[in-house]
């Protein structure tokens, strides 16, 4: 089983950086390909960002290359995604989630979830 909690959301201007830390519990999170979805209101839940479980691989959505970056600390269990050049359509409640092995770019392949966390970016 893993626990995953996000931090760092919150409400900047357009241009500005956030960075967002997801943090695990469990002691084979380095087993667990970690990825970041946002959900708009009104919006299906979207894919951001992946990472693979040893920090190796990553993946990216088109809307977003160039602008964030993913990264793991195995040691620390923690997952951070690095938001810069923040727009207005970023605004989003951003979700990470965990599954073992290798990771995909569909939410419904998840098992473990946490809470999300706000963005709001404002023009």
């Known amino acids: 089983q893993v626990q995953l909690v996000e931090s760092g959301g919150g409400l900047v201007q357009a241009g500005g950086s956030l960075r967002l830390s997801c943090a695990a519990s469990g002691r084979t999170f380095i087993r667990y390909a970690v990825a970041w979805f946002r959900q708009a209101p009104g919006k299906e839940r979207d894919f951001v960002t992946a990472?693979?479980?040893?920090?190796?691989?990553?993946s990216y959505a088109d809307s977003v290359k160039g602008r964030f970056t993913i990264s793991r600390d195995n040691v620390k269990n923690t997952v951070y995604l690095q938001m810069n050049s923040l727009k207005p359509e970023d605004t989003a409640v951003y979700y990470c989630?965990?599954?073992?092995?290798?990771?995909?770019?569909?939410?419904?392949?998840?098992?473990?979830w946490g809470q999300g966390t706000q963005v709001t970016v404002s023009s």
């Open positions: 989630a965990a599954r073992p092995d290798y990771y995909t770019t569909s939410y419904r392949n998840y098992d473990y």
């Open positions: 990472v693979s479980s040893s920090g190796g691989i990553t």
